[in-house]
């Protein structure tokens, strides 16, 4: 079964870090790129970060300096190292499989100022 998995949301304070993580099935992992986006109350879903099957990431530039997009092709997990977190980083946040189009559950963040 194809799917993806979130996991790691939470409530933060200002200036606090946090570290989602994507569990995905092998059939969509493997040798493809990966997405993160995000959704906040009442904006459109945006995208986040991006990272190639050979490691090369892309950001949003609200997010660069502070988010950190990485892979674990070993055991198929997609991670989004957030630092410095802001409230307006407050969103639902989704693991994407371009190729696929295949969108996990979301898992929420939120940032207390």
């Known amino acids: 079964q194809v799917q993806l998995v979130e996991s790691g949301g939470g409530l933060v304070q200002a200036g606090g870090s946090l570290r989602l993580s994507c569990a995905a099935s092998g059939s969509i992992f493997s040798g493809n790129s990966m997405a993160w986006y995000r959704q906040a109350p009442g904006k459109q879903r945006e995208l986040v970060a991006t990272i190639a099957s050979i490691g090369t990431r892309r950001y949003v530039d609200s997010v660069k300096g502070r988010f950190t997009i990485s892979r674990d092709n070993a055991k198929n997990m997609v991670y989004l190292q957030m630092n410095s977190l802001k409230p307006e980083d407050t969103a639902v946040y989704y693991c994407?499989?371009?190729?696929?189009?295949?969108w996990g559950q979301g898992t929420l963040v939120t940032v207390s100022s």
């Open positions: 994407y499989a371009p190729r696929f189009e295949v």
